[in-house]
């Protein structure tokens, strides 16, 4: 959601007061936040769910809305917090705590159940991921006046999404610049032999084998109906 002045922001919260939008955002965590998490019992935080309804291996939820002051905002107005454990390698920053990453959103959702509101907000946050990815590789230079150029964007942007046709793992989830710099600038030759080309990848390239492997679940996709 994008506000572009203050009387915009005033209309946005009398619309949220009314009852004529819903809201579920992103919530810094100021200092009172970070309070109010560091406040709450152990026996506060519930299991997070994934897409599936199920619980998930690392996260939990709590709700910290009577630690704070909402005064500003409407009425409705819950902040929910996540805690994970970040995966391994990954550092810390100084907004973290005893080993655990935080993240809190601010919404005007009334389920009792705060696991299942956290989860589509975080399922919402993931399609807006993509949408920001497919813009990294070429839906941002739309439209042009000629129509067969914005044929060869919307190719390049489709092009990107078979990174979930043929990678596993890391590289499944990794954003363009990443992929870019991890698969699309390995070394290679092009090696003609018997009539036929062969693409041959420079082994010691860190993901070659990676890329390798792509090729062949690409090669073992089934043809498109019609």
């Not at 006046?145 to 596993?168: G, K, M, P």
């Not at 710099?181 to 990676?210: I, M």
Request: glycine share 4%; aromatic share 8%.
């Amino acid at each position: 959601m994008r506000v572009d002045s203050a009387g915009a922001t005033h209309d946005l919260l009398d619309w949220c007061r009314e009852g004529q939008i819903g809201f579920s955002v992103g919530y810094d965590l100021t200092e009172s936040v970070r309070a109010a998490i560091l406040a709450l019992r152990q026996e506060s935080w519930r299991p997070a769910l994934d897409q599936d309804d199920t619980e998930r291996d690392n996260g939990e939820v709590a709700e910290i809305t009577h630690l704070l002051d909402l005064s500003a905002w409407p009425e409705r107005a819950r902040v929910i917090v996540r805690r994970e454990r970040p995966h391994p390698g990954a550092q810390l920053s100084f907004q973290d705590h005893d080993g655990h990453r935080f993240q809190a959103i601010l919404t005007d959702q009334q389920d009792e159940d705060i696991e299942l509101i956290e989860c589509r907000h975080r399922a919402r946050a993931r399609v807006e991921d993509h949408i920001r990815a497919d813009k990294d590789t070429g839906l941002r230079n739309l439209p042009f006046r000629d129509f067969a150029l914005n044929a060869v964007w919307l190719e390049l942007v489709l092009i990107a999404w078979t990174q979930a046709l043929a990678l596993t793992g890391e590289l499944a989830a990794c954003e363009p610049k990443r992929l870019r710099y991890r698969l699309l600038h390995v070394a290679a030759r092009l090696a003609f032999s018997g009539r036929q080309a062969k693409l041959q990848l420079a082994a010691s390239w860190p993901w070659a084998v990676d890329l390798a492997a792509a090729f062949a679940r690409l090669k073992a996709l089934p043809a498109p109906a019609g």
